[in-house]
C-alpha cells in the first residue's frame, strides 16, 4: 500500500510596508533578468531541441532558494526548482563559494527526468550568498539504451541515461575535467550536450550580472527585501483569488492510452478542493506507478497543479516561490504520479500533460467560464537515432523533434490551430533546419480538416506532418497520446479527433502504437497526426456564418457543416441557405436516440 506524499506551501506573512512601485520596478528588473537569460541561453545552444524546440528554462532565486522570477519558457518547470533547490542545499548547504557551479539531472535527487539538466550558480555579494541563477534545458542525448536517452518502452532508471546527482561541475571558478570527460565518453553526441551545458552556464553568468547590478542601483537590503516581499505578494494575490472562489470537492478522471509498454490505459485521479484561501489537489486513485518510462517525479506533478491554478488566475501575478504557499499537493508515493525508485522516466512529459487535462477537467467544473476544453494532448515526441556520413566517416546523430499541436475550445472563443499547448512554451522544428542538418526530408506539414471537435466553439484542428529517411537505418521511438481517450469536449462540446502514426514505405502501411521503439529504414516515412482540440458547447448553438468561414478556409468540410453544426451550404457558390439551416437545426435539437 502506498503512502501518500504530500507537497505544501506555508503560510506567509499578509501585508508590509514596502512600497509598491519600487516592489514593481524591481519584479521587472528580475523578470527581465531572467528572460535575458533565456535569451542568452538560445542564442549559445548548439542542439536544435533548445534552439528551435525552445525546450529549457531560466530563473532566479533568493539566498534560501526560493524562486523569485521565471523567464517565459517551459512552464511546466515552474514548480521543480523548489525541489531542486532544497537538495541542494541538503547536500551543500555550507559548501558553496564564489565562482561554484553545481549540476544535477538525477530524477531521485531533485531532477525532473534525466535528459533534463539543471545548471545552478550561486551569487555572492562581498562573500555574502545573496541569489542563484537557475538554468534547466533538456539535452539531446545522456547516453542509456536508445539514441536520444528518451524512450516509452524502458522499464528502470539505469535504462534512461547517465544519473547525474547533485556535483560541483566548477569548483570557486575552475572546471572539474574529469566530471566533463565522464560526459562526454557517456553520450553519443558529445558536442551537442557539452555545447548545450555551457550555454547553461552563460545564462547563469548573465544571471549574476543582473543581479549585481540591480543591488548596484538599489543596495543590497533593498534587493533582500523585495525580493521576499515579492514572493509574499504573489501569495496574498493567489490566496485572495482562490478566496472568491466557491468552495467545494471537484473531482475528474483521464487517462492516457498505454503504460509505455503495450500495456493497458493508465488512469489519473485528481479531487481539487477549495477551502477558503487554500487549495489541495489531491491524485490519489492515479495508476499505481507503471512498467514503462512515463512514471512522473513529484516535483512534476507539483509544476502541473501550479500551471493550471496560474492559468485560470484573474489576476497576473509574479512567477514566484508564493504560488506554492497556498497550494497543497497529495501524490501517493509509488504510483504513476510520484514513482519510487527505480522508476523510469524519461517520457514523463505525456503524463504531465495529461495530468493538465486532469486537473482542467476538475477546474472546468469549479471555473466553468475560464477553463477551455482538452487540446492534442500535449506535444507528440519522435527521435531518430543513427549514423550518417559526415566528412568521409560515419558519424552519430539525433534528430529530436517536439510536434506543437492546437488548443481545445474556449468558452468564449475558437481553439488555436497550430499552437503549442498551454502547458509548455515550444516550436516545431523548421522544415528547412531539419532538412539542413539531418537524413530527413518533410514530405508532409499542415492542418488537418475536420480535427477539431466541434460546438458553440470549434476545437483546435490537429497537425500532421510526414517525415522521410534518406539514409538508414536508424532508431525511431515515438511518444504520442490521444487515440483511445479523445481531447475531451466541454458543456455539449464534442471530442477532438484521435492521432494516428502510420510507417509508409511498406505494403500496406504499418500503424504504430501511440507510444513505441522501433526501426526505420532508408526510404521509409513516418507520417503522424496530432489528436484535435475539443469543442466548447452546444454545435448547434454555433454562428452559421462562422461554419460558412471554417468551410471556405477547409477547415470544415460541406459534410461535417451539416452533420455536425446543421449549417446547408451550397456547394456551387458557398452561401448558406438561411431557411433549410433553421429547419436542420429545428429537427436535429428535436431528435433523440431511441433507448438501446
Not at 467545494?248 to 485528481?270: A, E, N, R
Not at 527521435?383 to 468564449?412: C, K, M
Not at 504499418?510 to 513505441?516: A, C, G, K, N
Request: aromatic content about 8%.
Amino acid at each position: 500500500m502506498t503512502r501518500p506524499e504530500m507537497y505544501s506551501g506555508s503560510k506567509g506573512q499578509q501585508g508590509s510596508n514596502i512600497d509598491p512601485i519600487t516592489r514593481e520596478i524591481v519584479q521587472n528588473a528580475l523578470v527581465s533578468a531572467a528572460e535575458e537569460m533565456a535569451l542568452a541561453l538560445y542564442r549559445t545552444a548548439y542542439s536544435t531541441i533548445i534552439r528551435d524546440c525552445l525546450d529549457y528554462s531560466t530563473s532566479l532565486c533568493n539566498s534560501k532558494g526560493e524562486m523569485i522570477a521565471q523567464g517565459t519558457t517551459i512552464p511546466l518547470h515552474l514548480g521543480t526548482v523548489p525541489f531542486a533547490m532544497k537538495t541542494l542545499f541538503r547536500k551543500y548547504g555550507n559548501q558553496m563559494f564564489p565562482g561554484d557551479l553545481f549540476i544535477l539531472n538525477d530524477p531521485f535527487d531533485g531532477g525532473m527526468h534525466i535528459p533534463d539538466i539543471f545548471i545552478v550558480k550561486p551569487i555572492f555579494w562581498e562573500e555574502e550568498l545573496i541569489a542563484f541563477a537557475v538554468s534547466t534545458a533538456h539535452h539531446l542525448d545522456l547516453g542509456g539504451r536508445v539514441p536520444g536517452s528518451s524512450a516509452c518502452d524502458n522499464t528502470e532508471i539505469f535504462q534512461d541515461g547517465l544519473r547525474i546527482p547533485w556535483l560541483k561541475l566548477y569548483h570557486r571558478g575552475k572546471p572539474d575535467e574529469t566530471l566533463f570527460a565522464l560526459l562526454r565518453t557517456n553520450v553519443r553526441v558529445p558536442k551537442m550536450t557539452i555545447g548545450d551545458i555551457k550555454a547553461q552556464i552563460a545564462g547563469c553568468h548573465i544571471g549574476e550580472r543582473a543581479i549585481y547590478e540591480l543591488i548596484q542601483r538599489y543596495g543590497l537590503q533593498t534587493f533582500t527585501d523585495y525580493a521576499a516581499e515579492l514572493i509574499e505578494y504573489t501569495e496574498r494575490l493567489l490566496r485572495s483569488e482562490i478566496s472568491s472562489w466557491p468552495d467545494g470537492s471537484y473531482s475528474f478522471t483521464d487517462h492516457m492510452d498505454s503504460d509505455g509498454v503495450g500495456g493497458p490505459p493508465v488512469p489519473l485521479c485528481v479531487t481539487v478542493t477549495v477551502e477558503g484561501d487554500s487549495l489541495t489537489a489531491d491524485f490519489t486513485g492515479s495508476a499505481p506507478q507503471v512498467q514503462g518510462a512515463i512514471n512522473c517525479t513529484l516535483s512534476f506533478t507539483a509544476s502541473v497543479v501550479a500551471l493550471c491554478v496560474r492559468s485560470v488566475l484573474r489576476e497576473d501575478i509574479p512567477n514566484t516561490a508564493g504560488l506554492f504557499k497556498p497550494l497543497q499537493i497529495i501524490a501517493p508515493s509509488g504510483t504513476v504520479v510520484n514513482g519510487e525508485m527505480p522508476a523510469a522516466s524519461s517520457m514523463r512529459g505525456i503524463t504531465g500533460f495529461r495530468l493538465v487535462d486532469t486537473m482542467f477537467g476538475a477546474l472546468a467544473k469549479v471555473l466553468p467560464d475560464r477553463v477551455f476544453a482538452a487540446g492534442e494532448g500535449g506535444n507528440t515526441l519522435v527521435i531518430i537515432g543513427g549514423q550518417r556520413e559526415h566528412l568521409g566517416r560515419n558519424t552519430p546523430y539525433v534528430y529530436y523533434e517536439l510536434l506543437s499541436g492546437t488548443w481545445g475550445a474556449r468558452p468564449d472563443r475558437d481553439g488555436n490551430d497550430g499552437l503549442c499547448n498551454i502547458a509548455n512554451v515550444a516550436a516545431n522544428i523548421p522544415v528547412e533546419q531539419a532538412e539542413c542538418e539531418y537524413p530527413i526530408r518533410i514530405e508532409r506539414y499542415g492542418l488537418v480538416q475536420d480535427s477539431g471537435g466541434s460546438g458553440q466553439y470549434r476545437g483546435g484542428l490537429a497537425i500532421e506532418r510526414e517525415w522521410h529517411l534518406l539514409d538508414g537505418p536508424a532508431h525511431l521511438a515515438i511518444r504520442s497520446d490521444r487515440r483511445d481517450h479523445l481531447p475531451y469536449g466541454l458543456y455539449g462540446g464534442y471530442p477532438g479527433r484521435g492521432s494516428i502514426n502510420q510507417l509508409r514505405g511498406k505494403q500496406p502501411d504499418q500503424v504504430l502504437p501511440t507510444m513505441i521503439s522501433t526501426s526505420i529504414h532508408k526510404g521509409e516515412r513516418l507520417y503522424h497526426r496530432q489528436a484535435g482540440g475539443g469543442g466548447w458547447g452546444n454545435p448547434l448553438e454555433r454562428s452559421p456564418d462562422a461554419v460558412q468561414r471554417d468551410v471556405k478556409n477547409d477547415k470544415v468540410s460541406l459534410m461535417a457543416a451539416n452533420q455536425e453544426y446543421g449549417v446547408v451550404i451550397n456547394e456551387n457558390n458557398w452561401e448558406i441557405d438561411r431557411l433549410a439551416t433553421e429547419e436542420l437545426r429545428r429537427k436535429k435539437l428535436q431528435w433523440k436516440p431511441e433507448k438501446a
